[in-house]
């Protein structure tokens, strides 16, 4: 299975069936706060839709086409994080992520995704990586700028919220990009997200 450690207290676990309940019970805890900034979020109401949010994703997984892992922080499950796809004959794929309220403001997220950046262009051998937030979305945001990431545009109303449309900045980072960056790279542990 999917497992990588990123540092004490932190790790990243592919979702498992047997985390339905966890999971359906971190968006729920979370609700309003996450309900700003993803369409899905009414969408999961039962532990039964978190049970085939993750079947879903253990066969995208298997398929080769991207993965969603929880993030696991000091033995709890704080969020989540993954590849949306893999398009392997241009070697790109996009991330997602989010975090439960309790669990912002950590430095977390931003640890989780050079992670994923990591395992796709270390390991993978992809090229490209894009991240995509609400212009609205300022945490969201910081992660990619925080990782020197590229701003290479914004796409114009790319995402139905529950009050309207919202405007998307999308973010890439290259392969050459990254490699530069491993050696160089430092966390700011105070100012994560």
Same mark, same amino acid.
């Given at each position: ?129 894009? *991240? %995509?937030? +609400?212009?609205?979305? !300022? ?8 990782? @020197?990431?590229? /701003? &290479?545009?914004? *796409? %114009?109303? +790319?995402?139905?919220? !529950? ?8 973010? @890439?980072?290259? /392969? &050459? ?17």
């Amino acid at each position: 299975m999917f497992t990588h450690r990123i540092d004490s207290a932190t790790y990243l676990k592919l979702l498992e069936v047997q985390d339905s309940e966890k999971l359906f019970q971190l968006i729920d805890s979370s609700r309003e706060h996450l309900r700003n900034w993803l369409p899905w979020v009414d969408k999961n109401t039962t532990v039964e839709d978190s049970r085939q949010f993750i079947q879903h994703t253990l066969d995208q997984f298997a398929a080769g086409n991207g993965f969603n892992a929880g993030i696991w922080y000091q033995g709890a499950l704080a969020g989540v994080i993954g590849f949306h796809k893999i398009d392997w004959q241009n070697s790109t794929t996009s991330i997602g992520y989010w975090l439960g309220e309790d669990y912002t403001g950590n430095g977390i997220m931003q640890k989780a995704v050079s992670k994923c950046l990591d395992y796709a262009f270390l390991e993978l051998r992809l090229n490209r990586v894009e *991240i %995509r937030s +609400a212009i609205g979305n !300022v945490r969201s945001r910081r992660i990619p700028e925080k990782l @020197g990431f590229t /701003l &290479e545009g914004t *796409i %114009r109303q +790319a995402e139905k919220l !529950v009050y309207g449309y919202v405007n998307h900045n999308v973010y @890439g980072m290259l /392969l &050459e990009e990254w490699e530069a960056k491993e050696n160089s790279s430092t966390y700011d542990d105070e100012t994560y997200e």
